[in-house]
Nanobody
């Protein structure tokens, strides 16, 4: 079993920054792509950004140039640096990790951006 523990969410004013972290533990040998998704009230969960073990990233158009995903493979941790936050970024942010083609999810962390 794989556990993902997220941290770093909170309340911030528009234009501010937050940094999310997600640490993987348990049976994590072979962890592959890690990433962040988000779900706003009344909307479907959507991709924010993902990163491979080699550092290749894929970001949603809505966050390009504002959010940066990174990872520390030695710590099995993925980060999401969020700058220039907008009210429409308000959502629950979920960490995701793929281990031998099985996807695991964190419990989610709330990010609220006030206008």
């Amino acid at each position: 079993q794989v556990q993902l523990v997220e941290s770093g969410g909170g309340l911030v004013q528009a234009g501010g920054s937050l940094r999310l972290s997600c640490a993987a533990s348990g049976r994590i040998f072979g962890v592959g792509v890690m990433g962040w998704y988000r779900q706003a009230p009344g909307k479907e969960r959507e991709l924010v950004a993902v990163i491979t073990t080699g550092g290749t990233t894929n970001d949603a158009d809505s966050v390009k140039a504002r959010f940066t995903i990174s990872r520390d493979n030695a710590k099995n941790t993925v980060y999401l640096q969020m700058n220039s936050l907008k009210p429409e970024d308000t959502a629950v942010y979920y960490c995701n990790a793929e281990v031998f083609r099985i996807h695991y999810w964190g419990q989610g962390t709330q990010v609220t951006v006030s206008s």
